[in-house]
């Protein structure tokens, strides 16, 4: 166990005799003990699901919540499981609902632009939000950090074919499903906001291949959605670099490249939008803007 892993530990165990902030609780957290515990908020820093060590302190994820507590050595103890809210698990490993934390207040953990989920090797993935610390991070491969439970998605086993029909049961047909790489400058993704002037015409770039790695080409008609977002101080701001030229409409840029020409009508000044962008595939892409004059 690393040095920094064994210190928050002490600190954790000292502050729950000293205070009698946390009741000790089972904990499913890190069962291969590479530190797969922490999660991170640029504006916190290091948030640990495993403070007390295997069997201590910490987050349990069960097939219907996340109960327990988090440390954050800059922010106190967070409750997973308060009396008012709770973080729930609908067994596939989607969350939603509130943590608490007395120096933060809520964290949601289904929040617009963000969402946390529970893959099928327990990892956490995605983003939480908290009204006064901004975005907290379930998962990061670069840096890296990440949290894992022993706790995986439940499998629904399937109903066998039966056996005094001659009809087969038909095999269905895959969908169609594109591997998206998020958009491209001048646009950048959540959670950051992009700074936009009202009634300009905003491109809108991204790039998709198939479930080969191979370039989808033939993509001729997509679905763009816009729907009203709190604006948020707390949201980290880009100003937008680059406009578009022209009316709304898809280019095909070639090689699985295409640009789509957003015009934003003028009444969207002084207000925050979340644009939702559908390749027609079923899987909404999102966007953060504020528009100024």
């Given at each position: 166990?690393?040095?920094?892993?064994?210190?928050?530990?002490?600190?954790?165990?000292?502050?729950?005799?000293?205070?009698?902030?946390?009741?000790?609780?089972?904990?499913?957290?890190?069962?291969?003990?590479?530190?797969?515990?922490?999660?991170?908020?640029?504006?916190?820093?290091?948030?640990?699901?495993?403070?007390?060590g295997?069997?201590?302190?910490?987050?349990?994820?069960?097939?219907?919540?996340?109960t327990?507590?988090?440390?954050?050595?800059?922010?106190?103890?967070?409750?997973?499981?308060?009396?008012?809210?709770?973080?729930?698990?609908?067994?596939?490993g989607?969350l939603?609902?509130?943590?608490?934390?007395?120096?933060?207040?809520?964290?949601?953990?289904?929040?617009?632009?963000?969402?946390?989920?529970?893959?099928?090797d327990?990892?956490?993935?995605?983003?939480?939000?908290?009204?006064?610390?901004?975005?907290?991070?379930?998962?990061?491969?670069?840096?890296?950090y990440?949290?894992?439970?022993?706790?995986?998605p439940?499998?629904?086993?399937?109903?066998?074919?039966?056996?005094?029909?001659?009809?087969?049961?038909?095999?269905p047909?895959?969908?169609?499903?594109?591997?998206?790489?998020?958009?491209?400058?001048?646009v950048?993704?959540?959670?950051?906001?992009?700074?936009?002037?009202?009634?300009q015409?905003?491109?809108l770039?991204?790039?998709?291949?198939?479930?080969n790695?191979?370039?989808?080409?033939?993509?001729?008609?997509?679905?763009?959605?816009?729907?009203?977002?709190?604006?948020?101080?707390?949201?980290?701001?880009?100003?937008?670099?680059e406009?578009a030229?022209?009316?709304?409409?898809?280019?095909?840029?070639?090689?699985?490249?295409y640009?789509?020409?957003?015009?934003?009508?003028?009444?969207?000044?002084?207000?925050?939008?979340?644009?939702?962008?559908?390749l027609?595939?079923?899987?909404?892409?999102?966007?953060?803007?504020?528009?100024?004059?």
């Amino acid at each position: 166990m690393n040095k920094k892993k064994m210190g928050i530990m002490a600190l954790s165990i000292f502050v729950m005799i000293e205070m009698g902030a946390v009741t000790a609780r089972a904990e499913n957290i890190d069962l291969d003990n590479d530190d797969s515990q922490y999660a991170y908020g640029e504006n916190v820093g290091y948030l640990n699901f495993e403070p007390g060590g295997n069997g201590g302190s910490g987050a349990e994820v069960t097939n219907s919540a996340v109960t327990g507590y988090v440390w954050g050595e800059n922010i106190g103890w967070i409750n997973l499981s308060p009396v008012s809210g709770g973080v729930v698990n609908d067994g596939a490993g989607n969350l939603s609902g509130y943590a608490w934390g007395e120096n933060v207040g809520w964290i949601n953990f289904k929040p617009t632009g963000g969402g946390v989920t529970i893959g099928t090797d327990g990892v956490f993935d995605g983003w939480a939000w908290g009204e006064n610390i901004g975005w907290i991070h379930l998962k990061n491969a670069a840096i890296p950090y990440k949290v894992k439970t022993a706790w995986t998605p439940l499998s629904i086993t399937p109903t066998p074919t039966p056996t005094l029909t001659a009809t087969p049961t038909p095999t269905p047909t895959p969908a169609v499903t594109f591997t998206f790489d998020g958009f491209y400058a001048p646009v950048d993704n959540p959670p950051v906001m992009n700074i936009a002037k009202a009634g300009q015409t905003i491109p809108l770039k991204w790039h998709v291949t198939d479930q080969n790695g191979d370039p989808v080409t033939n993509i001729t008609s997509v679905e763009v959605k816009v729907t009203t977002l709190l604006c948020n101080t707390e949201t980290t701001p880009d100003q937008l670099e680059e406009y578009a030229v022209g009316d709304s409409g898809l280019q095909n840029l070639g090689d699985g490249y295409y640009q789509f020409n957003w015009k934003t009508p003028r009444s969207y000044a002084k207000s925050c939008k979340t644009l939702k962008l559908d390749l027609v595939d079923g899987v909404i892409h999102e966007a953060l803007f504020h528009f100024k004059r």
